[in-house]
């Protein structure tokens, strides 16, 4: 598409609450909404939702940016070697190459919005739901 050309090349995208493609892992949920199909591999958009005092993925780093939204409870997020207390409302941008993870130590149920910066992540999706099906996370130690 040209600067000039009204035209998109990609199609909107519009989903209800909930919707998404959903990778359901035990006490960890994640919601992608949009991915390299409707972003042509820019960044992928998903919902993070862990139940009370549930770990996280692990400690990891990766090339792409992660930027974490949280939209209820708290997040405990690590950054670099730093936990982080983030509630409702909280910005935490890690940029790539920086070990990070992120947990639930609360007593609620929490989630975060995330980005991924460039896309492709969601790639690896199947495998981390298996992953985590047959090593449920454990319980934190708050």
């Given amino acids: 598409m040209s600067s000039s ?15 998404g493609r ?6 960890i949920a994640a919601v992608f909404k949009a991915d390299a199909a409707e972003t042509q591999g820019r960044y992928s958009i998903s919902e993070w939702w862990l ?5 996280g993925p692990g400690a990891h780093s990766h090339p792409e ?13 690590l ?5 982080i207390e983030a509630p409702k409302g909280s910005f935490v941008l ?3 190459g920086v070990t990070h993870d992120f947990e639930n130590r609360g007593n609620s149920h929490a989630g975060v919005l995330n980005l991924s910066i460039p896309g492709g992540f969601e790639q690896h999706m199947p495998g981390i739901a298996k992953w985590f099906i047959e090593h449920p996370p454990k319980d934190t130690g708050a």
């Fill in 5 to 19: 050309d009204p035209t998109p090349d990609r199609t909107p995208v519009v989903l209800a609450p909930g919707e």
């Fill in 22 to 27: 959903r990778y359901p892992m035990g006490r």
């Fill in 51 to 55: 139940e009370p005092k549930t770990q």
């Fill in 65 to 77: 940016d992660d930027i974490f939204f949280v939209m209820e409870g708290t997040m405990s997020v």
């Fill in 79 to 83: 950054v670099g070697e730093k936990w």
């Fill in 94 to 96: 890690v940029p790539g």
